[in-house]
């Protein structure tokens, strides 16, 4: 039996939260505009007016991403605690995080600024030195001669722990690997 009146109409919010699930499984290169389209129930037409291309759709993603899915960094690095216990705090969120969902591990930012797409890596590259920019400025607070290395030290492990996750590593043994860089950390800056 059909209902009569319009269809529903197409939630162009809704309809990102789907594609940033797709894009934090598979990559941005490895979602087509088809799979969305499909993934949305909507037409390539309806696809282009509400989100322009791939890449408007991806930046709205990403932007999305930064409010409901990012490591809340103003919680955790706090002036009132050490500095290396702050960033540890960082990684072993990060590790949750990137072993959360089975079916999208890893950083949906740090995965997207590998991307083959030179304007999708560009987006994803933002928000990726935003992150570091907050990191780098909570360690130049206390330990401004370190700031740089300590804060490409948290990037590169970060980076390696979303890698590993998408590779199939274990929850405890990302955990583990936070652990041991706080360990690291705390013999670097001797706080």
Known sequence: MQTRGRPRRFDPDEGVAVAQKLFHARGYD???VA????A???NPPSFYAAFGNKMGLYGRVLDRYAVTGA???ADLLRPD??????LGAVLEEAARRYAANPDATGCL???GARSD??????AACVFQRGAED?????IAARHPDKADEVTDFVGATMAGMSAKARSGISLDRLMAIAKLAETALEQSLQE
Not at 117 to 122: I, K, L, M, N
């Open 81 to 86: 605690r050490r500095v290396a216990t702050c």
């Open 35 to 38: 799979d969305i389209t499909a």
């Open 109 to 111: 930012v740090v995965e």
């Open 71 to 73: 490591i809340p960094l």
């Open 30 to 32: 490895a979602v087509g």
């Open 134 to 138: 907050v990191i780098r400025a909570y």
């Open 117 to 122: 797409d030179p304007e999708a890596r560009a």
């Open 40 to 42: 949305l129930g909507i």
